[in-house]
């Protein structure tokens, strides 16, 4: 058997102590597409930055033709003929093309940079990829698909033999696939080993020679393309079984509380057209892939984004919920998903996160009242189990389950009707998830509605009533808790995309 | 607080220790640099730390103190104010106008006789009445600098370096009002100048002006203001992080625009105080003080990071600047030379908050 183009063997990676990467291992054949699938938080992405240089692995051998490796930055790895693509594009948008194609490694002619080299080898790449933009065409004005080939063409500019694509194909049209197909079967022509990480079914079944399956953050199999169907490759995908993570359910679903009616967002890639319906007592899950826009929804029932159209009725009565202050006022709620964007006030202590939302409720003769605030602060602290030296530190000093923790105690102290909670337990040890999910229970129980948007399937599955099916910024379809199956949902998840 | 790290420093190791106390250092750099600065002029000159030494300083401190707190909003919301100084002279030139002596030749107003000849008569009401005249002018302008702020998100320091020269325009243009010809604004009522630099002990031989009480007060409604009222918190939670903020039903858009509101009103304050305390305006009055108070925002710990900021670091930021004015003047330092210690002052304080940010990695 010849040497193959890529061996990841034994890679290990914790992050706090937590495997990202747990014995996974990878083989790239020359010029082959190796198409490398799992659940969100599998650990595709972690396994390619230890590849690429971006993370450094604790334990595990890559060999690139049979030559051991160790890249320490992506230079290294640029330099050694790995090449990534990465699905958040890190571009320099307000430079042209040229520029970002050479940027760190500019054709120079004595100390000068060479604009006429630069623009004739960009041309050369461009040309033979066959993307028909001129060199000097600044980022900003080319489309995101415009924006996808240049990043390839620079992959290529580097004579990669190792390419990596992480989703390249998530805003992209069918043509724009089209185009990329052709020139990734180009390369795959000229010898060059392809990773290509996607969640959509039939591309990598179309595109991909052998396909490498991970479950969290273990290897499952490896498979000639050929040889699989969607359906086996989902079963692999999330075949895990549920341990009893998750504490008893005790709440007591009732009648319909708040309708959505076609819900449409205004700016942006948002959601179209979703209506459902959420009732007392329940716990709503809201399941999607990356990228069908899930924080969206609930940012459009929250008013943190625009409505472009669409009803939402509580309890009977239409609500606008234009901004989060007029929602706050109607029983609303919204944990944000990236806690250090847009929920923790850093710099601020414990007092003053805390009771954020409630500031109101303390005015005493039109002043703040000091003892009221340690009171609900107090009060937030020993609810919630939040492990502080004193409410007086700043928040930022604690743990992410303990700054969570306080941001979930700020909303509770609102007594909101609906709880939007979005990635509640992202970045969170076990502990603390467990008590996170208590706290949904148990307001679930006391009658309030609760819509919980989780990338991790088997959390879905354990804490909701039912579960809400995203795909691509469309609604799927609903399905109850008890008797869904993963598979039926990743199908869902898939549906439009 | 104090004992706790005393028990804490005795667990350390020896190299822990030294790690300690030079970080102890670092962090009250500053303030060691002005104790030494104090102790150096003292003993060139004992009178340094005389009372009316002392009391001069904080007179000159006072205005700018006032200004200084506008600013300090700003500040907090990660902002700044160019135009401070600036419409610290337009308020001062409508202030100074509005009160010349009633037996001034070259009154501005030759027809404006609402203050009574008999000088002791008490012009408490006029005096009031500008005063809240020139606090509205200022929040006029304030309001404008927050609203574009906060309409079209732009950076408070383009704003306002904008409004600084439309401001400085206006005060050009009411210079040539009646029938002034763009002359200094002089000839100040006694009763005006009395209110505000007049010795609060009467005919006692130790002067102890109304200025400082004044500038104490205001501190106190702002240190209120700051603290106690959910706008206060809000600013906060806005300079701190704004989309957290907005998450959380805080409007941050209208929180931004009254920040600046009551810094325009805190700008026109200071231009009455200034006014009476110069004596006579021309719309040059006030160039150049916001960037006295910006300096004595960031040495008192009003981050530019922001959301961090207290009234007692403003007060000592405002003071320390005028100690190390006062201290450059005894010691017969060149103007020049002033210049270069204020700059070079103004970069350490940074240096050293910027150092309670940083993650050390």
Known sequence: ?497 | MVKQEMEMYKTLSAEDKKRFITDKLLDNALYILVAVLIICVVIYNPRFISGSSIINILTLSSTRLVMALGIAGAVVLTGTDLSAGRMLGLTACISASLLQAPNYAAKMYQSLTWLPQDPNSAIIGQLVCVMILVMLVGAVIGFFNGFMAAKFMLHPFIVTLGTQLIVYGLSLIYATWGSNAGAPIGGIDQRYTNFVIGNVFGGSSFYFPWIIIYAAIISFVIWIIWNKTVFGKNMFAVGCNSEAAKVSGVSVFWTTILVFTLAGAMYGLSGFLESARVGSNTAATGNGYELDAIAACVIGGVSFTGGVGKVQGVIIGVILLQIINAALIFLNVPGSITYIVRGAIILVACAIDMRKYLTKK
């Open chain 1, 1 to 497: 058997m010849e040497t193959p183009l890529l061996e990841m063997k034994n890679m290990n990676k914790k992050f706090s102590g937590v495997y990202a990467i747990n014995n996974a291992q990878l083989t790239l054949r020359h010029g082959t597409v190796h198409a490398l699938m799992g659940e969100n938080g599998a650990g595709k992405s972690t396994l390619m930055k230890c590849l690429f240089g971006i993370y450094l692995e604790d334990s595990g051998d890559i060999l690139i033709e049979g030559k051991k490796v160790h890249f320490t930055d992506p230079k290294q790895a640029l330099e050694n003929g790995v090449a990534m693509v990465h699905q958040e594009l890190n571009q320099v948008t307000k430079r042209d093309i040229m520029d970002n194609l050479w940027l760190g490694r500019y054709p120079k002619k004595g100390i000068f940079v060479s604009q006429e080299v630069m623009y004739n080898n960009t041309k050369k790449v461009l040309d033979d990829l066959e993307i028909d933009v001129d060199p000097k065409k600044i980022l900003s004005t080319l489309s995101v698909s415009e924006r996808q080939m240049v990043e390839i063409a620079k992959a290529v500019s580097y004579n990669a033999k190792i390419l990596v694509l992480d989703e390249p194909t998530s805003s992209l049209s069918d043509k724009e696939v089209e185009h990329l197909f052709r020139i990734i079967n180009k390369l795959r022509d000229r010898g060059v080993g392809m990773i290509y990480i996607s969640h959509k079914m039939d591309e990598i079944l179309r595109i991909s020679d052998d396909i490498t399956i991970m479950r969290d953050g273990k290897y499952v199999s490896t498979t000639l393309a050929k040889d699989l169907t969607m359906d086996e490759i989902i079963k692999q995908m999330v075949g895990r079984e549920i341990t009893n993570r998750f504490p008893t359910k005790e709440n007591i679903v009732g009648d319909v509380f708040m309708q959505v009616k076609n819900l449409t967002g205004m700016y942006g890639s948002t959601i179209k057209d979703v209506s459902f319906e959420l009732k007392k007592g329940e716990v709503l899950g809201v399941a999607g892939l990356v990228g069908s826009r899930r924080t969206e929804l609930l940012e459009n029932i929250f008013g943190y984004a625009t409505k472009k159209s669409g009803e939402i009725i509580v309890d009977g009565k239409v609500v606008l919920n234009r901004n989060p202050k007029e929602s706050i006022k109607n029983g609303f709620a919204l944990l944000t998903e990236e806690r250090r964007a847009t929920g923790i006030l850093p710099a601020l202590t414990l007092y003053e996160n805390a009771t954020i939302v409630t500031l109101k409720r303390y005015l005493k003769n039109g002043l703040l009242d000091n003892s009221k605030i340690k009171k609900d602060t107090d009060w937030v602290m020993q609810s919630m189990k939040v492990k502080a030296h004193s409410p007086r530190v700043a928040i930022r000093t604690l743990s992410g389950g303990n700054q969570q923790k306080v941001i979930i105690g700020r909303w509770l102290l609102k007594d909101p009707e609906i709880l939007l909670l979005d990635e509640p337990t992202r970045g969170i040890d076990v502990g603390a998830k467990y008590e996170i999910y208590q706290l949904i229970n148990e307001q679930a129980k006391n009658g309030k509605c609760c819509m919980v948007v989780s990338s991790e399937m088997p959390e879905l599955l354990g804490i909701c009533d039912r579960i809400l099916v995203m795909s691509n910024g469309r609604l799927a379809g609903i399905v109850d808790a008890k008797t869904t199956t993963q598979e039926e949902i990743m199908t869902l998840a898939a549906k439009y995309v």
